[in-house]
């Protein structure tokens, strides 16, 4: 895997190439994601600020709000630039803020794809990813699912999210598995086994959960290259993303659009040899 020289783009699927730095929808929905935003005009404002500044990857969910976040990024982008790839995820139930039932059922999963499609405006998704695996539901009867919906065209192609290899496996003997979005941080590296499956595999790794899992130790390693840099914690722990594999595509989300702009900062922050590391060396809780 890389340790140094950053890949600006990665081609998902073989055919889908974007900006290895976007942006994760989750944020611009309501507390709890639950619900409309505090600040409507805002969500709106950073969606379509986040283009602006090249990104060209969207990730978002039927989960999110629920509903919200795939209806402003209809709102905002709508029709979408050509190069933009929205991915979008089925395979939650929401009851309340923070409340989050996995179901994978196909019936469910059937209703969650055409809700997204509706939602998004589109008779395609380029991305569509199971949310989770459902420990009620054969993994395969949901894979079966998703094969039919992509040879239906509703589908272009399909990722996983909080897999195993084993679960990546299972999965392709269905479809190629062209991305796995799993938790990972610089101070969180339980699944370093998947990252480095899907790298050999040329498989897209989407790590949610990137700015770090509150390690102390590790906070004051990022501050302190934070400082050699005069950039932010965030900014150093998104950087170190980048650099780690070429595979990786980032979405750190936001409301604000202020602290978008700080986040795509990452992407021409130049950490040297002694960073990386110090960075390396820490013990991942």
Same mark, same amino acid.
């Given at each position: 895997m890389s340790t140094k020289t950053i890949n600006d783009t990665f081609r998902v699927g073989g055919d889908l190439t974007v900006n290895r730095l976007g942006y994760g929808a989750m944020r611009i929905t309501g507390e709890g994601i639950w619900g409309p935003p505090a600040d409507k005009a805002e969500a709106l404002r950073v969606l379509k600020r986040a283009v602006e500044l090249g990104v060209n990857f969207i990730d978002t969910a039927d989960s999110y709000g629920p509903d919200v976040s795939e209806e402003l990024i209809a709102e905002a982008l709508h029709p979408y630039p050509k190069d933009?790839?929205?991915?979008?995820?089925?395979?939650?139930?929401? $009851?309340?803020?923070?409340?989050?039932?996995?179901? $994978?059922?196909?019936?469910?999963?059937?209703?969650?794809?055409?809700?997204?499609?509706?939602?998004?405006?589109?008779?395609?998704?380029?991305?569509?990813?199971?949310?989770?695996?459902?420990?009620?539901?054969?993994?395969?009867? $949901?894979?079966?699912?998703?094969?039919?919906?992509?040879?239906?065209?509703?589908?272009?192609?399909?990722?996983? $999210?909080?897999?195993?290899?084993?679960?990546?496996?299972?999965?392709?003997?269905?479809?190629?598995?062209v991305s796995v979005q799993n938790m990972y941080s610089v101070d969180n590296r339980k699944w370093e086994a998947?990252?480095?499956?899907?790298?050999?595999?040329?498989?897209?790794?989407?790590?949610?959960?990137?700015?770090?899992?509150?390690?102390?130790?590790?906070?004051?390693?990022?501050?302190?290259?934070?400082?050699?840099?005069?950039?932010?914690?965030?900014q150093v722990a998104l950087s170190w993303l980048l650099h780690r594999a070429d595979n990786i595509l980032l979405i750190p989300g936001t409301s604000r659009v202020k602290h978008l702009e700080d986040n795509m900062k990452a992407a021409v922050l130049d950490l040297n040899d002694l960073d990386l590391r110090e960075l390396n060396a820490i013990a991942p809780v």
């Open positions: 933009l790839v929205i991915a979008t995820k089925g395979g939650f139930e929401r $009851s309340g803020p923070n409340v989050w039932n996995v179901n $994978s059922h196909p019936d469910h999963l059937k209703r969650a794809l055409e809700g997204s499609l509706k939602r998004l405006k589109l008779e395609q998704i380029d991305l569509y990813q199971l949310h989770r695996i459902d420990p009620k539901v054969p993994a395969e009867k $949901s894979f079966a699912f998703l094969r039919k919906a992509q040879e239906e065209g509703k589908i272009k192609h399909i990722g996983l $999210s909080e897999v195993s290899v084993d679960d990546i496996q299972r999965a392709q003997k269905f479809f190629p598995v998947v990252l480095e499956y899907t790298h050999k595999n040329s498989i897209a790794f989407i790590p949610w959960y990137p700015l770090s899992a509150g390690n102390v130790a590790a906070q004051q390693t990022l501050k302190n290259i934070a400082d050699r840099h005069n950039a932010t914690v965030h």
